[in-house]
Nanobody
Framework: VQLQASGGGSVQAGGSLRLSCAASGRIFSSATMGWFRQAPGKEREFAAATSWAGGRVDYADSVKGRFTVSRDNAKNTIYLQMGSLKPEDTAVYYC????????????????WGQGTQVTVSS
């Protein structure tokens, strides 16, 4: 499986961005796909995830209520709609895929995209 993320950019605080991640290869119905992020000088952290079959989504507390993760199975694509962005959301965002009910730990995801930069200015 290869993951290609896009949609990053620069935005002012309070603004919105939508990230996309297109997956090539077969995505099993039991898979979990999602997003991690890494800010400068900080460790990589979980942001959001969704089960590929639907019915389960998870969010980090820091993004809950502002970010929405969704999927389009027909296009093999997941999205991260980010709203009410804050400067602390500035990070490289990575699209990830894991088999089974992956959670919030990086080691649970076997496949990682190349990352897309999101910069939020105050």
């Amino acid at each position: 499986v290869q993951l290609q993320a896009s949609g990053g950019g620069s935005v002012q605080a309070g603004g919105s961005l939508r990230l996309s991640c297109a997956a090539s290869g077969r995505i099993f119905s039991s898979a979990t796909m999602g997003w991690f992020r890494q800010a400068p000088g900080k460790e990589r952290e979980f942001a959001a995830a969704t089960s590929w079959a639907g019915g389960r989504v998870d969010y980090a507390d820091s993004v809950k209520g502002r970010f929405t993760v969704s999927r389009d199975n027909a296009k093999n694509t997941i999205y991260l709609q980010m709203g009410s962005l804050k400067p602390e959301d500035t990070a490289v965002y990575y699209c990830v895929a894991g088999w089974g009910a992956a959670g919030t730990k990086a080691h649970e995801y076997a496949y990682w995209g190349q990352g897309t930069q999101v910069t939020v200015s105050s």
